[in-house]
């Protein structure tokens, strides 16, 4: 994860001064590269949060919708206790992101951080590797061991068996557990962060989660918005992967035009930012100049400016179809259309006359 820089900005909401290297001015806040994690993870966090416009960059995870904002000081606090946490929300909406972020600013950010992907694997190798096994005599060690000291994150927790939940929650309630054909408990004090997509309280009702876990962890929820619903965090987002993919693909720095950052924060991002990531990847590789323009983004969100422009209309077209739409629901009933109108019956027939509205 790269951390090293906390970067905010007061600034307006013009797609026009919403671009980077620049195109508008930035403060800048340096964090030694050599401080420790927990250092460089709090810097990011707290110099931002102290003024109300501001843009977090955790490389990234970056926070500049108010949701994503007041999200980012609910994970402040939840990081500094040993509590579980649960995050919650759709599928690339940045839940692993968060999870590592909260290991770093926790109180044990040199400790490890142990992430697992509990779909990847089937329910009896998933729960031997999570939790190691024991037989004829020779013993395979956990990941939940592992991360003794520092963090366990569950990517899609709802997928592990039943029995592999009673471990968790022995790992949570008690910081140890009994290994797979083992008889002693072992020690396993870990954070617990939990990611899912899945709607837990439904997973209960359906007898495939366990209540009790459950309800332990959702004492620690956290949900993330898609990012549809947190359209503030779109420019910065894309200004932030137009610079990393310039950095890995050794591009000249790339800059987004005022259209397509108008473009991508009309678009619903069904994907959400990991959609985000893969269009401007594909737009920086695209370029062959300083500028990201709109032919160089994929044919579904060119439609989506298609679409916008042919939306845009003069006023006075506005005027004249909802005079018209007026006019239709009163049946022709002119008094009465100037009535919901708030003009006078005079300056109706002055506009239907120039409107040409019969």
Not at 67 to 76: D, G, I, K, N, Y
Not at 82 to 110: C, F, M, R, Y
Not at 322 to 334: E, F, N, P, Y
Request: charged share 25%; hydrophobic share 40%.
């Amino acid at each position: 994860m790269e951390v090293g820089k906390a970067l905010g900005t007061g600034r307006s909401e013009t797609s026009a001064t919403r671009q980077a290297d620049g195109n508008h001015s930035r403060q800048e806040a340096e964090v030694s590269l050599h401080s420790s994690p927990k250092a460089r993870a709090e810097a990011e966090v707290r110099v931002p949060l102290r003024t109300p416009q501001t843009e977090l960059y955790f490389s990234s995870w970056v926070a500049s919708d108010p949701a994503s904002l007041h999200l980012a000081q609910q994970v402040e606090r939840l990081a500094s206790t040993p509590s579980p946490v649960l995050i919650t929300g759709e599928s690339g909406t940045g839940k692993d992101v968060l999870a590592l972020l909260i290991h770093q600013l926790g109180n044990t950010p040199d400790a490890p951080f142990v992430h697992f992907d509990c779909r990847t694997l089937p329910p009896a190798i998933l729960e031997r590797e999570l939790f190691g096994i024991e037989q004829q005599g020779s013993v395979q060690r956990g990941r939940a061991e592992f991360a003794h000291g520092g963090t366990l994150a569950l990517h899609e927790v709802a997928a592990l068996p039943l029995t592999a939940q009673e471990r968790l929650l022995n790992v949570i309630e008690e910081s140890r557990y009994v290994r797979p054909g083992g008889s002693r408990s072992v020690s396993a004090n870990a954070k617990v962060v939990a990611i899912t997509s899945v709607d837990l309280q439904r997973a209960v009702a359906d007898g495939t989660f366990r209540e009790e876990l459950f309800l332990c962890l959702r004492l620690g929820a956290l949900h993330v918005l898609p990012l549809r619903e947190r359209r503030g965090d779109i420019a910065p987002l894309a200004i932030r992967f137009v610079r990393q993919f310039s950095r890995i693909y050794r591009r000249a720095p790339r800059r987004l035009t005022t259209p397509v950052l108008d473009v991508l924060e009309q678009y619903e991002f069904p994907g959400n930012v990991s959609e985000l990531r893969q269009i401007i990847e594909r737009a920086v590789c695209a370029a062959d100049s300083e500028e990201i323009e709109i032919q160089h983004l994929p044919a579904h969100l060119r439609q989506t400016q298609s679409v916008f422009e042919s939306s845009l209309i003069s006023l006075a077209e506005v005027e004249r179809r909802h005079i018209a739409d007026v006019l239709l629901h009163t049946q022709g009933r002119k008094t009465t259309a100037a009535a919901i109108l708030g003009i006078s019956r005079k300056t109706l027939l002055e506009k239907r006359k120039r409107y040409g509205l019969a």
